[in-house]
């Protein structure tokens, strides 16, 4: 219950044991690109970001609530894997509920029609991603030309 009073927004906290030193390495990775000169300026701030991570990490609650609440979920979830039938939030309020996926697409479909929602007939994805090429592409001050393609 504890869980499922948490809400559908709320994500599943499971860090790698050693998740500080390689966030410690990748702004350090990340602080190579810089010019020389703003280095340390910005690998001080980094260190006193990492500190302050590092004592509220040790501050938190044990971290066999996350591997509790894992375990909760997944238990949650098989038993609706074989059902036909979502969960989702309710139109009004904070409430959680459950209802057979047909009647959750006809409520759906119900609320596009009376909200007079215009429907697209073509996908838009390759328009916005030639548009996006166009950007890097002529973007040569930014983005080196042989990186332009990673």
Not at 50 to 76: C, D, F, G, V, W
Not at 92 to 98: A, L, M, R, W, Y
């Amino acid at each position: 219950m504890t869980l499922l009073q948490k809400g559908l927004k709320y994500n599943l906290h499971t860090m790698r044991e050693n998740w500080i030193q390689n966030l410690a390495l990748e702004a350090e990775t990340a602080l190579q690109k810089l010019p020389s000169s703003d280095r340390e300026i910005y690998r001080h701030k980094v260190t006193d970001r990492i500190n302050t991570l590092q004592r509220n990490s040790n501050t938190q609650s044990n971290p066999n609530s996350a591997i509790h609440e894992a375990k909760t979920m997944r238990s949650i979830q098989s038993k609706f894997r074989n059902n036909d039938e979502t969960i989702t939030r309710a139109d009004k309020g904070n409430f959680t509920v459950i209802l057979p996926k047909k009647q959750y697409n006809n409520k759906l479909q119900e609320f596009i029609q009376n909200n007079k929602f215009d429907t697209a007939h073509t996908d838009p994805t390759k328009t916005f991603q030639s548009q996006i090429r166009n950007t890097v592409n002529s973007s040569t001050v930014l983005i080196p030309k042989e990186t332009r393609w990673k």
